[in-house]
């Protein structure tokens, strides 16, 4: 390891390889166990789900490596699906078809604090792009205003 890498922790209810990091929690809500997993010392977990009692029914079961690997691979997969989501939310697309030909329009959202902005833009079918409009955020890309935009020559919609 680096001096700039934390040294792996191993421990019952601590467990770190120095990006991602496992505890063991008390789990507030009844006298069960839960581990949160953190990636790179985030203050939010990126995952938290139950944890297995010990045999003495008291206790958490102890973190191991094939625990361990289990749950990263596990909250790998939850910041996965969650980018999914924000990415489809943010762009939005879908094709119709004016005078015989195929039109892929695209409604681009980019957050920031201070307002979001959107554009609109319009590709043939060999993906070139035909127009780039901005759009309020608020603009509601459905198949009717799509055919609209492209039927008035690809003006800003209002």
């Known amino acids: 390891m680096t001096s700039e890498s934390p040294e792996p922790i191993?421990?019952?209810r601590l467990w770190s390889d120095g990006h991602w990091t496992a505890r063991v929690i008390k789990n507030e809500d009844d006298d069960g166990w839960a581990v949160a997993m953190h990636l790179d010392g985030g203050a939010e977990p990126a995952l938290v789900g139950p944890w297995t009692m010990g045999?003495?029914?008291?206790?958490p079961k102890p973190l191991d490596t094939a625990a361990f690997n289990t749950l990263v691979k596990t909250a790998k997969e939850v910041i996965r699906r969650s980018e999914q989501q924000l990415h489809a939310q943010l762009n939005k697309n879908l094709s119709v078809t004016v005078n015989g030909q195929r039109i892929r329009v695209v409604m681009s959202i980019v957050p920031d604090e201070e307002g979001a902005t959107a554009t609109l833009s319009a590709h043939d079918e060999l993906d070139e792009e035909l127009a780039r409009v901005p759009v309020p955020p608020t603009f509601r890309l459905n198949v009717d205003s799509a055919q609209a935009w492209i039927a008035s020559g690809f003006e800003r919609p209002r």
């Open 55 to 59: 045999r003495d029914k008291k206790n």
């Open 10 to 12: 191993h421990a019952d």
